[in-house]
């Protein structure tokens, strides 16, 4: 069974400051990995998609890296802002997934991220 | 193109009602998913469509849970006989198979509060 788990569990930055957030998954047996962004109370919002084959992605001030072999990836903020205070989700489709179906994400817990002005 | 809907946003009922929660896709997605998150942890995987068909279900998803996309557009999620253990948020996400490497679209929630 594919598990998540995401380091560190919570953060507190000045802003301006770079940031990563980690994230590693046991099964390196992937299709994707996602990195997504929840504000509290709210639905999630997709950052950065890697497929397997892939080894990062970038958007603007993020960037993310993915080492499937040794199953783990990483998010990398640059110049942090109040605004991405959030809980980022790493999230992994396995392609031996069982009873998630296809496309079925297994997430890891986030991490809750506050960036102080 | 107006996002995943999701309503109602917020329900709360007496344990051993029956409740209903719908959902809108992104009209061009085939692909239809439901989750459910509680505090502190990340979504878990409950069930997910391909048009119409309920194609993979999981072992979260007990026999209170029922969920149906009937023309393969919109879903609903029915919780019969609450219970506590069922307060949490239910997402919702869509997206089309093979198409933006497969990028999944989540919505608002509904969140669900058992008393």
């Known amino acids: 069974k594919q598990e998540v788990t995401q380091i560190p569990a919570a953060l507190s930055v000045p802003e301006g400051e770079n940031l990563v957030l980690n994230c590693s998954f046991t099964?390196?047996?992937?299709?994707?990995l996602q990195w997504f962004r929840q504000d509290p109370g709210k639905g999630l919002t997709s950052l950065l998609l890697?497929?397997?084959?892939?080894r990062e992605q970038t958007s603007g001030r993020l960037n993310a890296s993915l080492d499937k072999s040794s199953g783990r990836s990483t998010l990398y903020i640059a110049a942090s802002q109040p605004g991405d205070s959030a809980t980022y989700l790493c999230?992994?489709?396995?392609?031996?997934?069982?009873?998630?179906?296809?496309?079925?994400?297994?997430f890891g817990k986030g991490t809750h991220l506050i960036i102080q002005p | 193109d107006t996002g995943v809907s999701q309503n109602p946003r917020h329900k709360i009922t007496k344990r051993g009602q029956n409740v209903t929660f719908r959902c809108d896709p992104i009209s061009e997605h085939n692909r239809l998913y439901w989750y459910r998150q509680t505090l502190g942890q990340g979504p878990e995987f409950l069930t997910y469509?391909?048009?119409?068909?309920?194609?993979?279900k999981s072992r979260l998803l007990s026999d209170r849970f029922s969920a149906e996309r009937p023309k393969g557009s919109f879903s609903t999620l029915e919780i019969q006989r609450t219970e506590q253990g069922d307060s949490a948020m239910y997402l919702c996400?869509?997206?089309?198979?093979?198409?933006?490497?497969?990028?999944?679209?989540f919505g608002e929630g509904s969140w669900l509060t058992v008393v």
């Open positions: 890697i497929q397997s084959s892939q």
């Open positions: 996400a869509s997206n089309q198979q093979g198409i933006s490497g497969n990028t999944i679209y």
């Open positions: 469509f391909q048009n119409e068909a309920q194609l993979e």
């Open positions: 999230a992994v489709t396995t392609s031996t997934y069982s009873g998630g179906g296809a496309d079925g994400l297994t």
């Open positions: 099964d390196s047996a992937i299709y994707n």
